[in-house]
């Protein structure tokens, strides 16, 4: 499979994470972010936890069975992780896939090649984009 085809892959394992809440539950799952306010978001953003990656390579049952059985705090806690990072990786496999063209050329050019592209770097996943973005393929 090529970047171009993980990218896309890592995009559609976002959209099963939105998927798997009903537009209900969104509109839940924002209320109660906005009601715990402290959620300790910082946490999910350096890295992702083991339990994160757990989640991002579960099949579509796996999900399911997840969602009927955890705690809904703790489903929430580990759901805006989880989405967060299906998000970036999305976007990191994205810029992968537009620089890989320059390799094994000369690497001036794929600085320049680079340099348009790592402003994708600069995007973060925010609360709006956990629970209402749809990536596109």
Do not use: C
Not at 9 to 19: C, S, V
Not at 72 to 83: D, N, P, S, T, V
Not at 103 to 119: F, L
């Amino acid at each position: 499979m090529d970047l171009q085809r993980y990218a896309q892959a890592a995009r559609n394992r976002a959209n099963e994470l939105l998927w798997l809440l009903s537009e209900e539950q969104r509109f839940t799952l924002q209320e109660w972010i906005k009601i715990e306010g402290n959620l300790d978001l910082e946490s999910f953003i350096p890295a992702p936890p083991k339990r994160v990656l757990t989640i991002l390579s579960q099949t579509p049952a796996q999900d399911q069975k997840w969602l009927e059985k955890k705690d809904r705090g703790a489903f929430f806690r580990e759901w805006i992780a989880a989405r967060h990072w299906a998000l970036s990786a999305a976007t990191a496999m994205q810029i992968g896939a537009e620089i890989a063209d320059v390799a094994g050329g000369p690497y001036r050019k794929a600085v320049r090649n680079a340099a348009p592209v790592a402003v994708k770097l600069r995007d973060r996943p925010d609360p709006e984009d956990w629970l209402w973005l749809e990536m596109d393929d």
